[in-house]
């Protein structure tokens, strides 16, 4: 009985494609902190409650909902090493209470930005860890650069067909290429910042795929 020839296997191009998008941020995030120091624990813990809460009514007659304000971290401790302020300078001064409470509060009107903050600050806060720029739905841009990235891996598979003298087929697999292409924030040229110098710029999203194609003749 003749041996059956097996058909060899299909030539292939694999390529990867990118696709970035530059999206404007519609939300911010700002983490307020408070921290406070007394003799007691009562003390520092009344102070640093009585300090949150005007923060979180002052924020609020700016119209940041409540549920938009989260406590992100919140401990005491009894410290040894310092003095609180304007404390007499004696071994018991040097034994205090210190509160630290941080607050997550997301902002969905950008122009208010530097507002929020100011008022957090006159309220009473005295730490703040920076503001990060977002999209409140990042899944419509994704989706966006996933779409730019597959007409790039075409492109580029298209161009490396016809350097070979053939035409693409059909696509054999797609996979995302994760750990490359994290979103960051920029300043696009030529975009004023507000008067207050907060700037929200612009967010950069990209994302890859890994598309194999099938090579066929050119009809």
Excluded: K
Excluded at 3 to 31: F, I, K
Excluded at 130 to 141: K, Q, Y
Excluded at 144 to 166: P, V
């Amino acid at each position: 009985m003749p041996a059956v020839e097996s058909a060899p296997p299909p030539r292939t191009v694999t390529v990867v494609g990118e696709g970035v998008v530059d999206a404007p941020p519609d939300l911010a995030v700002v983490r307020i902190g408070v921290e406070s120091t007394a003799l007691s624990v009562d003390e520092a813990l009344a102070e640093s409650r009585r300090i949150v809460a005007e923060i979180i009514e002052a924020l609020g007659e700016l119209g940041v909902a409540e549920s938009d304000m989260q406590t992100a971290n919140y401990n005491f401790n009894f410290d040894r090493s310092a003095e609180p302020p304007a404390a007499p300078r004696s071994a018991a001064a040097r034994r205090y209470y210190r509160v630290n409470n941080m607050l997550t509060v997301t902002i969905r009107d950008l122009s208010s930005t530097a507002d929020i903050i100011d008022a957090a600050v006159i309220a009473g806060a005295n730490q703040m860890w920076g503001v990060d720029f977002g999209v409140a739905d990042p899944h419509t841009v994704e989706r966006a650069t996933l779409r730019a990235a597959s007409l790039d891996a075409r492109e580029r598979a298209e161009y490396l067909a016809r350097l070979s003298g053939l035409s693409l087929g059909e696509i054999v697999s797609v996979s995302e290429v994760f750990g490359v292409g994290a979103s960051v924030a920029f300043r696009a040229e030529g975009a004023p910042g507000p008067a207050s110098g907060v700037s929200p710029g612009m967010i950069r999203f990209s994302s890859r795929l890994q598309v194999v194609y099938t090579l066929v003749p050119i009809e």
